[in-house]
């Protein structure tokens, strides 16, 4: 699985093999492939050209270390925030504000006048979050539930039923006339329905209804949208043998939803906007860990030095990632449970997990964690986080230094 290939019985990322970095760094480390960061913005900007004027906003919170944020920001990715200090660091990696969005939800009176005041595009999550606005607006925008969501998971959907995100169709039309009415001349529109879906038609369902909601309102208010932020939710797969998501055709599903005479008469002149976030990081790094323990009871346990507060995904909605130990490639599977070091008994990465057969100080390889890891983690048990690398063909850099106490306990008066 991207990017770690296998010569001569032995894993590498780029030009690297991994059992070095695993030396000369230690363990846990995540490790990044520059090179495969920068293949994928090339394969979503390059889908998405067929637009007139597109631009991809990348989701700060997918992963917000700040020399991956100025791959991005260096190849002409914008950036979408999910709240003001996202919106802050953005500015300080130095993204264009023009291309900022900050798209948030819940957030306090304070928090929304400081972004209308610092003039951000801000995608508000529904009516009454706008209605706590004293700042003059300039451009209003708001996210739409267009009645449909997907995700690869029941916890990731965005959209449909018991969203907590967005607001009815019907409300955003009141929104719009409120705002136009108040002077605002400039609108934009959002929507985000889902996360890591694969599914090529779902794109084309979710942004065919998008688009009559935006057009209809559109019509009826008596206004032109500058921006159709369509979101993100672009997905990447988790486990070998899965397809990819062919993001040309999601490109050209909602382009043809787009050119639809009924909707090119309301919609044409407006700007596409996308938010990829784990599409353009996700499989670009894996985590290499040492094996701790190989235990035999009931089940088949192996211990290992990352724990569920540096990956979480599989305790919080049971995401399974793809797993190997390094440099064995030939020999006999087992299955197993893989567990880390806190005290908790959810504390589990993978379940039922075939591996050639780990002994202790093996490497165990995570694969496709580069989006929702270090994002998401935590210090719980005071366990840290693990160092970040940043490969570019046989050169090394360290993105991110593993926490110490010192770091956990700084923030605390002792």
Known sequence: MKPISIKDGKHFIEDIALSELADKFGTPIIVYSKRQILENISRFKNAFSIFNEHEAHYAIKANYNPEILRILRENGIGADAANP??????????????????????????ELNFLVGEKFIVNFDDEIQFSLVDEKIDLFSIRV???????EFKGITTGGKNSKFGTSPEKAKLAYEKAKN?????????MHTGSNVIDSEFFKKSSLAFFKIASMISKDVGIKFEYLDIGGGYGV??????????ID???QNIRSNFMLPEIYEYLGTSKIITEPGRYLVANSAAILSRVTNVKRTDRNFIGTNISFNTVLRHA???????????????GKYRKFIITGQACENTDRLGQ??????????DILITYTAGAYIMSMA????????????LVDGSNTKIIRRADDLTDILQPFTI
């Not at 997990?353 to 202790?360: M, S, T, W, Y």
């Open 249 to 251: 055709m999601v490109a």
């Open 352 to 361: 039922n997990v075939p591996l050639i057969e780990p002994k202790i100080n």
């Open 237 to 246: 797969p988790y486990q070998p043998n899965v397809e990819e998501l062919n």
């Open 85 to 110: 200090n996202e919106a802050r660091l953005a500015l300080q990696i130095g993204f264009d504000k023009k291309m900022i969005t900050v798209s948030p939800n819940n957030l306090t009176k304070e």
């Open 145 to 151: 539930n267009p009645g449909i969501g997907k995700g």
């Open 182 to 190: 108040m002077g605002v001349e400039r609108f934009g529109i959002h």
């Open 316 to 330: 919080l909605y049971g995401a399974k990632h793809h797993f190997e130990i390094m440099d064995k490639v030939n």
């Open 378 to 389: 935590s210090n719980y048990n005071l366990l840290r986080r693990p160092a970040e690398i």
